[in-house]
């Protein structure tokens, strides 16, 4: 599906797509064409786009960024993200945005 960015670009273009035509094989067909996307693609795309209410946001890009954890530490995180159906890195951002929010983004 690609990052996060490409994510929000697709199902805003999509919303746009939406608005205009309006007409869902109209659209599909346009987002294959401009978006350079398969059927399927466009179809959940068009499904997911109709119910924003208005555009998404454009997350930050991501870099890949490695630190050392303790082998106990690591199989509690994959463990939380199997569970919570979420990625290792949402899991880690999150926790990360909210240590900098608690101290006051001081180091």
């Known amino acids: 599906m690609g990052n ?7 199902l805003n273009y999509a919303r746009e797509v939406w608005e205009e035509v309006g007409v869902l ?3 599909v067909e346009r987002l294959m064409q401009e978006g350079g996307i398969g059927r399927r693609q466009a179809y959940r795309d068009l499904r997911r786009a109709r119910h924003l209410k208005g555009p998404m946001l454009i997350p930050d890009a991501t ?6 954890l303790s082998r ?27 240590q900098l ?3 006051g983004g001081r180091g």
């Open 72 to 98: 106990g530490l690591v199989r509690r995180l994959r463990a939380h993200a199997e569970t919570t159906d979420r990625t290792i890195s949402d899991i880690v951002s999150r926790a990360i945005v909210a």
């Open 25 to 27: 094989p109209a659209a």
């Open 4 to 10: 996060g960015v490409e994510r929000a670009k697709r």
């Open 63 to 68: 870099i890949a960024f490695t630190v050392k």
């Open 101 to 103: 929010a608690r101290s």
